[in-house]
């Protein structure tokens, strides 16, 4: 079965840098897109960033544009997103997902789940 393993959450300060990783193993991983998400206390999950299966098309949700940077190694079956310039609204649990079918860009598969905070 598919499985999702993310990493590299933690506390930072405002402005400050992390980089997520998510490790995919159970299927082909250069075959499918991916994606993180993230979810605030009290608020719905939200799309984050995604990219294809060859990371040449990288897709981001409107706040995170400039700050954030997902990439793909698909000789590791890893998924990495740089975030620079953290803001206390960015505060939530980040989760990784995988496309259910390839093309669909339709996220079915979850990790589960890393925090990131950070302080004003």
């Known amino acids: 079965q598919v499985q999702l393993v993310e990493s590299g959450g933690g506390l930072v300060q405002a402005g400050g840098s992390l980089r997520l990783s998510c490790a995919a193993s159970g299927r082909t991983f250069s075959s499918y897109a991916m994606g993180w998400f993230r979810q605030a206390p009290g608020k719905e999950r939200e799309f984050v960033a995604g990219?294809?299966?060859?990371?040449?098309?990288?897709r981001y949700t409107e706040s995170v544009k400039g700050r954030f940077t997902l990439s793909r190694d698909n000789t590791k079956n890893t998924v990495y997103l740089q975030m620079n310039s953290l803001k206390p609204e960015d505060t939530a649990v980040y989760y990784c997902?995988?496309?259910?079918?390839?093309?669909?860009?339709?996220?079915?598969?979850w990790g589960q789940g890393t925090q990131v905070t950070v302080s004003s």
């Open positions: 997902a995988s496309e259910t079918s390839r093309g669909s860009w339709t996220f079915g598969y």
């Open positions: 990219i294809n299966s060859s990371g040449g098309v990288s």
